[in-house]
């Protein structure tokens, strides 16, 4: 690896040496004027602005980020309105959006720079091994609502855009360290160049933190009767992308990323804390890595043609010993105490996903959009699936957004679909947006976006192999499949408002929703199922778990998020969901009724979104380069779908505080200078539950210093 | 209303070189700096415009001009320029080249020959105008900044009522893009000015993309940046050049005299509202903007 590494820096290092631009003095020529250029904001690189988007969009800029003292990604998702962010464990936190909380939040379509990461094998985005750093995010488009006819399929309930910066977006080296409590260890490098034919920039860097370090566990066990929570972590990553334009009509963007990530697991008490022996503490290692091409080719002024191609791989292991079991039937399948049976939870998942996009701007009033896709998912996990399945997927969108007067504005679009399964799908969207006047919109939109049932929910096999008792192999089974499920269905409705308030900018976004989602799957706990948890054999399995479809809920509230500017230096964003969800068993479902597995399953849908919940951020630029950042994050009881109990109001306060110096005094982040932060999370010391009920949240600060050259 | 006027002041002139039909061929000599499209244009735009009016004037296409009898040599850029004041004895009307560019082009001129009757019509539009474009394109965007390199000789101009100029030196290529992102951070548009340092053809797509994404509509200053990406623009394309430069003849010929160097008399606005709409900016249409600009002329006067 390092010399790879070494390879990829000399490699990137040589191209960026003829890039220094010649400062050479002389008077203004014609040629000034006269000069062609390469179209550079073509077609499709316009975006549309937030009051003529077909969904409501929440923005997260660079500087929200940083004054929210966000050191996992996840965590700046709080400033979504609505958006739930939870943690399983130190490494594990989980976003979900309009409910239906467990700890994979399968309704969400999650991209970086257009690579879904939202991973076929379980249906989770595994937010801590992404090989991003947080500093390298530009910004993130939040979609709330679906949008299949833009983002693909599972767009479901919302779409998570994260866009890094561009390859001419680090054109300095900047050093960034971190230390604090928990075991707080960060450091990252970044190198970039801009040049007349190339831009590149590198990242560099590694996390570690102990977890939730001084959080307790009741003991099952006997003895000790609280532990720590085993959930170390340590990750590093290596991130590039690279621009070139080979000439004026033809840029490719490259991007390669790899990380390496070491997680602790298990909660046994220190008394039997022998790795790998009769015990679940173990670590589980991913390695992760991506490449992804983009072609974008201009055709003309208004009409471009880009190519994409992106391949994810992920290689999880993970393997430790169950619990010895001592009343299992046969009663040979007992096991030698203090010895359990070995649990290989080891997967491999890989996408390829090739992409043709055509935007054309037919008229001044007039933007069309139209591409096909084709996907290619496969996954080993033998722990996990009943055969290690390849899926392909085929789509072919189209997007319109016509200015149809100087007021209105009309965006219509579809996909349609070929899921793995051979279902064929077509998800519409047409969305009306009315400008009452230059700063004041109203938007009407009906959209419907299917989810397609993940690998686990249709060929799902979970359990491990015990022995064999004479020609007998036995396994042990959490969850069986049985396979046949359809995509769920999501019809959605919106009306919403977009002003602006002031000359300052400061904007209000307002939003009233209706969803209706139907066939949604869920594991239907059947009722002697034998364990939540695949590492405690305790029972004969002799009923594991499947995957149904049939209830359906629908989910309305309304959300709004005033960005207020206090001038130059201040800013302010307050947001606030207020939302009501209801989920019943379809008719299509005969035994519902009777089903107390189902019943339980919909009740607790309804419970999973807070009634309440908001976020506060405010960040302030003081003179002489000091910053301050305070956000102030507060939401309502929430039930998690696999928690025994209602995760209860959570409300906490986080502070930032940063003094720069250097060139960085006048914000000019790209001269050099350093800055100095110090971040206080839960600043009150609120001891809130997160989403495991093991988690009880205690202050923890932690101080970076970056320096740029 | 400007335009107008200036339309009839130029078909006037060029009506009055028919009346010179009679008179004595004026010989008129075309240097251009080379054979590239805007230089072409503006030749065969003067010929017809020359045509049009009946004038007895002939003109001779010269690269070099060396012995050359001509009674006004028109020299069409930069190089041109320099050819001619060097090699012709004749009056020289120098056009499409800015006006920083021709003021140092005369400072630099031989010692060894006496030097030529000269003038000039310049490429760049008066300051005045530029600013006025803005207001009337842009009311709202009032804070209009401007990068330029240390060696640019830029003199700021004096600033219509409500509006404020946010002016960056550079200092060297390493810090450009910092200070641009200062700028932006501080100004409602970024206006180009003709700096071949900063606005060289590889910067100008970094320049475009920063500025787009930081959400401050750049102002460019011919056709081709409003086609890469640049909000508006206000510029003379040498058509128009050549028509002024045709009435400009009309009155050399009449007088025998150029008359003291001037800015493009019309001109053309460009605008991409593709990126208007991304940006979220309300731009008026062309004829829209053109008069406001008019109405305002006409208060200043």
Redo the contacts between chains.
Sequence with gaps: MKQFLYRLCAAVFSIGAPCGAVWAADHPTEQDYLQEFPIVLSASRLSQPVSETPNAMTVIDRNMIVASGARNIADAFKLVPGMYVGYVNGHTPIVSYRGSTDAYARRMQVLVDGRSVYLPLFGEVDWAELPIDIADIDRIEVVRGPSAASHGSNSVQGVINILTHQASGVPKALVSVSRGDAGISDMSARVGSVGQNWDYRVTLASHADHGFDNMFVADTGGGNPRVTLNDSNAKQLINTRINYRPTGIDSFDIQLGYSDTSRELGDLPPAKTGKGLAASLRTQKTLSDFQQLTWLHTLHESSDVQLSYYHIGRNTKENYYSTPCITCTPAALNVVAGIGYPINNNAVIHRHDLELQHTLNVSPNNRFVWGMGARRDSANAPNNLAYSPTWREYRLFAHDEWRVTSSGLINIGAMAEKNALGQTRVSPRVSYNHHLSTRHTLRASASVAYRNPEMIEELGNEGFLLKKVGATQYRWRDVLAAGGLGPERALSREVGYIGQLDDAGSTLDLRAYHDQISNIIYLDLATTYPVADPGNVMASATSPRNFKSDFNATYSGLESTLNYKFGERSKLTVNYAHQVAKASPSRSSPVAAFNPSLIGAAYNYRLTVPLHSGSLLLSHDFSGGTQLGVGFYQQGKTQILEAATQQPLTRYLDLRVAQRFGGWQSKKERSGGGEIALVIQNALNDHYTDFSSTIIGKRRAYLTATLGF | MLRQLTMMLLTGAIALLATLAQAETLHVSLVL?DS?P?YQQFSIALNKALASSNANVTVTESSEGRGAKADLVIAV??KATEIATANFKAPVLSV???K??YE??LGRRSPQKPPNAISAIY??QPWSRQLNFIKAALP?HSIVGLLY?????IVLPRLPPGMSLNAKSVR??E?????L??IL??SDVLLVV????I????????I??TS??QKVPLIG??Q??V???ALCAI?STPEQLAWQVAAEIASFARSGRLSEPQYPASFSIGI????A????V?LAPPEVIRQRMDREGEMEQ
Excluded: C, W
């Design positions: 700096s590239t805007p850029g930069m499409m080249v800015p920083a560019g140092a082009l490429l760049d709202k390199s240390p060696n640019a000789s060297s290529a810090t450009l893009f910092a200070t992102e200062h951070e501080s003709p700096d071949n340092e606005y060289s053809s590889s910067n100008v797509r970094n475009l993309l787009y994404r200053i011919s081709a940046y086609n890469a990406g510029f991409n509202q593709q990126v709409n991304s940006l979220g309300e």
